[in-house]
């Protein structure tokens, strides 16, 4: 349930800076394949992917935070 939250905000925030799947993919270094299954909740991103995934869409990492991981 966590690892489905991180990735629906992952994917919502790559469409909204225009990224394809294939293309975010390239830029973060990872196989379109390991991207889908983090965007689709089958995996839990680490925390590198993470601050790596902020970097290339230029917001933090609390911006992609989903919102009741901020309140503890």
């Known amino acids: ?11 919502a925030f790559r469409k909204l800076k225009g990224f394809t799947q ?5 830029e973060l270094g990872v196989s379109v394949s390991i991207l889908g299954e983090i965007e689709r909740g089958n995996r839990m991103p680490a925390a590198d992917f993470l601050g790596r995934v902020a970097f290339m869409l230029n917001i933090t990492v609390e911006d992609l935070t989903p919102p009741d991981e901020n309140r503890e």
Do not use: V
């Not at 349930?1 to 994917?11: D, L, P, Q, T």
């Not at 294939?22 to 390239?26: D, L, N, R, T």
């Open 1 to 11: 349930m966590e690892a489905e939250k991180w990735g629906r905000r992952i994917r």
């Open 22 to 26: 294939e293309s975010f993919a390239k």
